[in-house]
């Protein structure tokens, strides 16, 4: 058991790695540290003096353990744009994604895990196939699309909401939110619905396709066969069996919804990582590109990491020692 | 031995005989679909043959014209405006066939540029297997888990960083291509690993490995016609998401620039036009951007159902 | 003479697909006696697991049934709603399918699955449940069945989970059990085990048996009666000894030759020419007509009727006693 516990982890370490890796190079290589920090008129005997201070021309390993050990301790350099340290922007903005993120993940968990099972079970009824219809539309259209739409009619023409923006948040230390007050919880509703719109409609059409395809095995016909009845055919054992896999593939999705939330946040202008990511790309802000990089990386390997630990709970196979094969 | 009297049946027969053809008659989303697409396809390709008005060259434009409603007829040029004009006198109808047609330009690309290195990195992977299969595959399965959006704007930036200012324009259309066409290769790569892990062990691959011959190209003789059926349901899923994808690096801005808009880049002037009242601006490329994905989708969807040997 | 288990009637089964319908199972006919075990027998697509399958019920569209009728102990059982149907599965009628890997649910124990079989046709409590299965366990022959019943499927062998399968078609006493290809997917070494334990079984319980295979052997050695079918129809149906020894279809007779023995002389086995027509193929008149070495001109153009020859019935116009001019 334990030698798939370890095994997990030491993936999520090399991923980690990896990732830190392309954002060290970003940062070496795109962009210049150097030109950044001297003007024009520096000789190319104080450029070769400050790349060596810097630390620019030691080996390629030694320098990428020092950003390693930077990250570690949240020093991503100065943004270029904003002269500021980059790990303070971050920490400005963290919470606005966090808990846009976290919102819509939870709603489009549950609906969607509620509306695939309904539509798998339910195939042929007109409700399935209206749900179905929609959904296709939803996979259609572009977030910020839905974005707009629903500034348009909620904010525009009824409004009832606001259109940008997250309201008055209450701060807790560091920590800001926007759950205490009434404006900030009324912000929370447009962008929250357009960016769990998208992910509803993944996860839904995930659910019901593999537990379609569950309801085809052998073991749910010979559960018929032994005369067992259909909530117990479907709730006890297709739906078990359909959680593997849509575990592992909504775990995945899950954990990159943080980067999902770069559209929503500039629809509707939240102050939130995935705008300032957006600012950062356009001016070509390389420390805040690599460190967001970076931070989205980090969330996706935790999340994967919880994904694994879940499914050695569901899948008994998996504690007789053999791994479950890769989709 | 059934014999065969009848004469071998020509190709005509055989197509009309396909189960393809046979569902595809069947299913009137299908074709209404594929309708709505190859119509979309020849006005946005050959724009200036149907575009009233050259929508991107200023000297065609009159300014007098500016925000003329739908369905009415410019104060400067007199010219019927079917879906109104813009702040410049520009025709939105033949905007969103000049848009249009960039958009497709960057999704039919990107598309073609993913499937290649897909493609080529699953077979290369299936045939190599090992350390080098694991590598790719893994890599692979990281980036399928990640929006395209965020590996095309890194992309984007990164070029961006390396490309002198003054370069930008004109190579926004290659960079695009370029960025949306890495952030999709990973799919077709499973795909094609999956069939080539199959083959690999049959006994004419090991037997050309032994005289020498490379196994591979002989594989991929045989792998790819078994491939194309996923691959096509693929690639057309990929084009909708391309397209939109595309349409959202317009949309923030750095995608596609003024002089070459796409249907992202007429979304984003039309909406500071949105609150103020001149709606068509925003609408109609928003309207274009929706059926052409519904279209594509929806198409992809059939193809995806009328191949499953299963649902048969 | 006492009423039969099961009384097939004319059974007509259809698929409806976009090139037409096909009759994969063209008026089919056939009784089982209380405790008797009946053989079908035939190449693969002949119809014999439809068969089975159309008795149970568990046709999935486009499959379903065209015509004829099926009667449990003289009651029909073919036009009973769902809820009815259900209740005879499993009670009344089992059924054991081929691969035992994929025919018990891997995330469920063994202990769960038998406990739900038995508790969904009675009204015991979990203990009295429980304890019968482990009845069940001892009786198919598990070791030691108070500890291996809490195991998962994956923990068994391949011929101890045929075992369990045959557990819990049993489970709840049913008074025929079709019995599909049960030992196709196991080792040579454990097929006759497997085999002598059902029949065993079913002898003690007198429960009547439908063994579909196409293992001849299999049959000899176990069946009373059997029915060969080709293309959707039974060719020939009778008691084992004489379809075996002196077929008289010449079908059946091409199969049993083909059977290679001990003893035998010839260098070659005797091979039937040709293959079984597809069923958008299916020639007029008799559908073995293009591969029969005795065919002559009526062959061609009717259907041969089911005649009595013998204890058996053959359905071929030469044992037409009342041999018209149209031969």
Known sequence: MFGYLIRSVLQAIMVMVAVAFIAFSMFRYVGDPVASIVGQDATIKDRQELADSLGLNDPLILQFGRFLGNAAKGDFGISYRQGRPV?????????????????????????????GIYTALRRDGWAANLVMSLSLIGVSLPTFLIGIGLIYFFGVVLRWLPTFGRGETVAFGWWTTGLLTESGRKSLILPVVTLGFYQLTLIMRLVRSEMLEVMRADY?????????????????????????????????????IVAFAITTETVFNWPGLGALFVKSVEVVDIPVMGAYLMFVGLIFVVVNLVVDMLYFLIDPRLSAGRTVAAK | MAATDAPKPTLRQRLNDSDLWLAFKDSPIAVAAAITTVLIFVLAFFAPVFAPQDAFNPAALNLMDGFTHPMERGAGSSMLFVLGSDAQGR???SALFYGTRVSLIVGLCSVGFS????????????????????????????????????????????????????????????????????????????TVRASAMVERNKDYVQAARLIGIKGLPIMAKHILPNVMGPVLVIATINLALAVIEEATLSFFGVGMPVTQPSLGTLIRFGQQYLMSGEWWILLFPALTIVILGLAINLLGDWLRDAMNPKLR | MTQPVLSVRNLKVEFV??????????????DIAPGEVLGVVGESGAGKSLTGTAIIGLIDPPGRIAGG??????????????ESLRRIRGKRIGMIFQDPLTSLNPLFKISEQLVETIQTHSDMDAGQARQRAIDLLTEVGIPAPEKRIDGYPHEFSGGMRQRVVIALALAAEPELIIADEPTTALDVSV??????????????????????????????????????????????????????????????????????????????????????????????????????????????????????????QVACWLYDTKKEAAA
């Open chain 3, 69 to 82: 009728e099926i009667l449990l102990q003289g009651k029909r059982i073919d036009n009973l709603d769902k």
């Open chain 3, 191 to 312: 097929q006759a085990q497997i085999i002598t334990l059902l029949k065993k079984l079913c002898r003690e319980r007198g429960t009547a048996v439908m063994l579909v295979t196409h293992d001849m052997g299999v049959i000899a050695e176990t069946a009373d009666r059997v029915a060969v079918m080709y293309a959707g129809r039974i060719a020939e149906i009778g008691p084992v000894r004489e379809v075996v020894q002196h077929a008289r279809h010449p079908y059946a007779k091409g199969l049993m030759g083909a059977i290679p023995t001990l003893k035998a002389t010839a260098s070659r086995l005797v091979q039937i020419p040709g293959s079984m027509p597809r069923l958008t193929a299916i020639p007029r008149g008799c559908a073995f007509n293009p591969r029969c070495s005795e065919v002559f001109a009526r062959c061609h153009v009717e259907r041969p009727d089911t005649i009595k020859v013998g204890k058996s």
């Open chain 3, 17 to 30: 697909t976009r090139r037409g319908t096909l009759r994969a199972i063209d008026d089919v006919s056939f």
């Open chain 1, 220 to 256: 749910i016909r010979f559960a018929r066969a032994r005369g067992l009845t259909d909530s117990t055919i479907n709730f006890r054992h297709a739906l078990k069996n359909t959680m593997i896999p849509v575990v592992s593939i909504t775990g995945m999705q899950l954990g990159s």
């Open chain 1, 87 to 115: 790990a303070t922007l971050l920490r400005e903005r963290l919470p606005a994604t966090i808990e846009l993120a976290v919102i819509s993940a939870a709603l489009a968990l549950f609906i969607g895990l509620g509306l």
């Open chain 2, 91 to 93: 025709d939105m109808l």
């Open chain 2, 115 to 190: 499937m290649v290195l897909g493609i080529s990195l699953g077979l290369i992977a299936g045939y190599v297997g090992g350390r080098v299969e694991q590598l790719i595959m893994r890599i692979a399965d990281i980036q399928l888990s990640f929006p395209g959006l965020l590996i095309a704007l890194l992309i984007f930036g990164v070029a961006r960083g390396l490309i002198p200012p003054n370069k930008h324009e004109t190579t926004a259309l290659f960079v695009i291509i370029i960025a949306i066409g890495l952030a999709h290769w990973a799919q077709y790569a499973r």
